[in-house]
């Protein structure tokens, strides 16, 4: 069983950061891909980027791509997303999703397992 708990969420005026994490409670996180997706109220979850077991590769929705960067900390069982120039309509509830086994796949389908989510506001 996978436990995922995110954490880093906020209020942020536009053209701030924030660093989301993601703690992992499973034996192997090594074996675990990791992905972060977000969701506003009336709409359905939307792919943000997602990185391999090994953090060799990484994807990104064309909408964040070069404002953020995920990573992850095999050690401390996190997987991390920094979001640069924030923008109002990267406003959502931001969730953290891990599948077992590799790739970097941006469809809901693909994850077996989900944080909460963490709240992230980008005022104008």
Known sequence: QVQL?????????????LRLSCAASVRTFSGLAMGWFRQIPGKEREFVAAIDWRGDSTNYAYSVKGRCT????????TVYLQMNSLKPEDTAVYYCAAREGSGVHSN?????????????????
């Open 5 to 17: 708990v995110e954490s880093g969420g906020g209020l942020v005026q536009a053209g701030g950061s």
């Open 70 to 77: 995920i990573s992850r900390d095999n050690v401390k069982n």
């Open 108 to 124: 809901v389908g693909a994850y077996a397992y989900w944080g909460q989510g963490t709240q992230v506001t980008v005022s104008s």
